[in-house]
């Protein structure tokens, strides 16, 4: 099992930049692939991006491409969402998750965090 906390959510303008922070409990971390999701006001809960326990493969949204980076350190257990070029529906609640099958990372991964706050202004 894992618990997984979020950091550095705020609230910025847009074009402004944030990274996310997720650390991870435990000591088994890195045989966990990591994703990123978000929920919007009033909407569903949509994936952003996840990454594979060793970090060789990598998922994106359509709508984050070229924007957001996902990393990890798998000696701190953390992983990062590197958020560039932020815009006003970016904003949402983002939420890490986690799961040991590769094929739920995008869908339904079995582990989530509380959840951080991200606002983008116009």
């Known amino acids: 099992q894992v618990q997984l906390v979020e950091s550095g959510g705020g609230l910025v303008q847009a074009g402004d930049s944030l990274r996310l922070s997720c650390a991870a409990s435990g000591r088994t971390f890195s045989s966990y692939h990591m994703g990123w999701f978000r929920q919007a006001p009033g909407k569903e809960r949509e994936f952003v991006s996840a990454?594979?326990?060793?970090?060789?493969?990598?998922y994106y949204a359509d709508s984050v491409k070229g924007r957001f980076t996902i990393s990890r350190d798998n000696a701190k257990n953390t992983v990062y969402l590197q958020m560039n070029g932020l815009k006003p529906e970016d904003t949402a609640v983002y939420y890490c998750a986690a799961t040991r099958n590769i094929y739920e990372i995008r869908t339904t991964p079995n582990y989530w965090g509380q959840g951080t706050q991200v606002t983008v202004s116009s």
């Open positions: 990454i594979s326990w060793a970090g060789g493969t990598i």
